[in-house]
Nanobody, 124 residues
Framework: QVQLVESGGGLVQAGGSLKLSCAAS????????MGWTRQAPGKDREFVAG????????AYADSVKGRFTISRDSSKNTVYLQMNSLKPEDTAVYYC?????????????????WGQGTQVTVSS
């Protein structure tokens, strides 16, 4: 079992930055691809970013490309999402997920584990 705990969410003004963390416990996530998804009020959860288990391959939703960066630190068993130039439409609950395979997953159904989420609110 892998337990995932997200942190770093909060309230920020448009144009600001936040860095989300996803700390894993229970087992190492070195053999897991990781991803971030988000769910805005009244909308379906959507893929935001993914990273392969070695960190060499990443992918982003078009809506965040060039503004968000996903990374991982194996020594800390943690995955990060650096979010810059935030927009009000980025407001959502952000979830971290893990899938036991090399390549990142963009479909939510592919993930094996999820965290509880962290709220990000961007004011205009």
């Amino acid at each position: 079992q892998v337990q995932l705990v997200e942190s770093g969410g909060g309230l920020v003004q448009a144009g600001g930055s936040l860095k989300l963390s996803c700390a894993a416990s229970g087992r190492t996530i070195n053999s897991y691809a990781m991803g971030w998804t988000r769910q805005a009020p009244g909308k379906d959860r959507e893929f935001v970013a993914g990273i392969s288990w070695g960190g060499s391959s990443t992918a982003y939703a078009d809506s965040v490309k060039g503004r968000f960066t996903i990374s991982r630190d194996s020594s800390k068993n943690t995955v990060y999402l650096q979010m810059n130039s935030l927009k009000p439409e980025d407001t959502a609950v952000y979830y971290c997920g893990a899938v036991r395979r090399y390549s990142y997953a963009s479909r939510l159904s592919e993930y094996d584990y999820w965290g509880q989420g962290t709220q990000v609110t961007v004011s205009s």
